[in-house]
């Protein structure tokens, strides 16, 4: 999808936003359910498709559904299904932010004498992850990530993955090219939104009053962005007509403001190896759904083959052509989704993905470095595609995070 194809959408929240995670509120000792943020795929698609159905005249109450592929049609829109997304990720005023990759680990430096004990963005000590020497796993003989030694042992304590951190475009940029992003390109989720407990009660919906027989408590934890904090999301196959508007977004139907961008929602530039660039690494901006080869960044036609390279365990796959020897991975916890499935009138399938942050290190054996950067960086990869889901950027993998041994 490129930037010219589809228009950009800002989603600011007019109240908090509440996106349930996947337990159920029934769940034996959760005294509170969290919200996910940024929102599912399908969240974001479905209050878009009901914008556009509802300028379109469809009447929801009349529309019925036979199966989940029998979606609203009208001879100016078309199908609501020929949507398709990129994103959604957060934007910091007109700053776009990405996912920061999981192999950056980071630690707050010691404070200095005059820093401000209210600063919200302490300076960061950041370190990327290396290949490691092959070791006995459950896998067989494979190579697994590590923390480089420094000279003193002692400044290696503390460094922790970044999950839930992000990265502007400018620090996305940086990591790609083999470098660690400043302090300052790095929003964490206290600079972001604050999260905010919410307590309530069941009803009969036909009374509008408490269930007397089997009242029932529920707590949740809701988002609350900051003003300068909205979501943003590339929209391919919207009807040109389509004028943006409030919409009802995640639970409760909160209201979300819809704003029009003229800037396209562009990725960071593609990295250009050299001498020192011994390989790529494949970075996930949004999850995945990579089915039964979740460890491998492999296209969904061809399963991946195993290969025994003597040394250590190593994967082949081919993505658009570009065939793929990977030698390692970093991969987040799965990611759970579901949500509520408004033609079935029942909740969705819980799905696992791959998480966004997971990165895949690889060698490319039928083109070089170049050609192949430019086959891969901004494509996506698994089943969701219309979702916006596997979206993957290229970073180099250079000698000095691990060359293969």
């Given at each position: ?119 919200k963005n302490p300076e960061l000590s950041l370190r990327r992850l290396r290949i ?256 916006g889901r596997g979206l993957i950027v290229v970073g180099l993998w250079q000698r ?6």
């Amino acid at each position: 999808m490129s930037t010219n194809d589809y228009t950009t959408w800002r989603l600011h929240a007019l109240d908090t936003w509440f996106f349930r995670e996947t337990r159920p509120f029934d769940t034996i000792g959760s005294p509170e359910l969290s919200s996910h943020f940024p929102p599912p795929a399908p969240t974001v698609a479905g209050a878009i498709k009901t914008l556009v159905g509802e300028q379109a005249g469809i009447d929801w109450r009349e529309f019925k559904p036979k199966t989940a592929q029998d979606e609203p049609r009208d001879e100016r829109y078309g199908r609501l299904g020929d949507l398709h997304l990129r994103g959604p990720f957060l934007c910091v005023g007109d700053r776009v932010l990405f996912p920061a990759p999981l192999f950056l680990l980071a630690k707050k430096k010691k404070p200095e004498a005059d820093a401000s004990a209210t600063d919200k963005n302490p300076e960061l000590s950041l370190r990327r992850l290396r290949i490691g020497k092959p070791v006995e796993t459950d896998l067989g003989i494979v190579r697994l990530p590590e923390l480089p030694k420094s000279e003193n042992g002692d400044e290696d304590k503390g460094y922790k993955p970044m999950e839930n951190a992000w990265l502007t475009a400018t620090g996305l940029k940086k990591v790609l090219d083999g470098n660690v992003p400043n302090s300052q390109d790095i929003f964490m989720p206290d600079q972001l939104y604050a999260a905010e407990s919410r307590l309530g009660i069941g009803r009969d919906n036909r009374t509008k009053t408490v269930r007397a027989d089997d009242a029932l408590l529920y707590q949740t934890r809701h988002i609350r962005p900051y003003d300068n904090v909205s979501l943003v999301v590339g929209i391919e196959g919207l009807p040109p007509d389509i004028q943006p508007s409030p919409v009802q977004l995640g639970g409760e139907g909160r209201l979300a403001l819809i704003e029009a961008v003229p800037d396209g929602l562009n990725l960071p530039e593609k990295p250009s190896p050299d001498g020192e660039t011994h390989g790529l690494i494949l970075i996930l901006l949004t999850p995945a759904d990579l089915d039964n080869a979740w460890r491998l960044p492999n296209s969904k036609s061809k399963a991946p083959a195993e290969r025994d390279s003597g040394k250590a365990k190593l994967w082949r796959c081919e993505i658009d052509g570009v065939k793929l020897v990977v030698h390692s991975a970093v991969i987040g916890k799965p990611l759970r989704e579901g949500g509520w499935h408004m033609a079935e009138g029942k909740p969705r399938r819980v799905e696992s993905l791959v998480p966004a942050g997971s990165a895949w290190y690889c060698t490319v054996e039928n083109m070089d470095l170049k050609a192949a950067i430019g086959k891969l960086h901004g494509i996506q990869v698994g089943d969701g595609e219309k979702l916006g889901r596997g979206l993957i950027v290229v970073g180099l993998w250079q000698r000095k995070d691990g060359a293969e041994i």
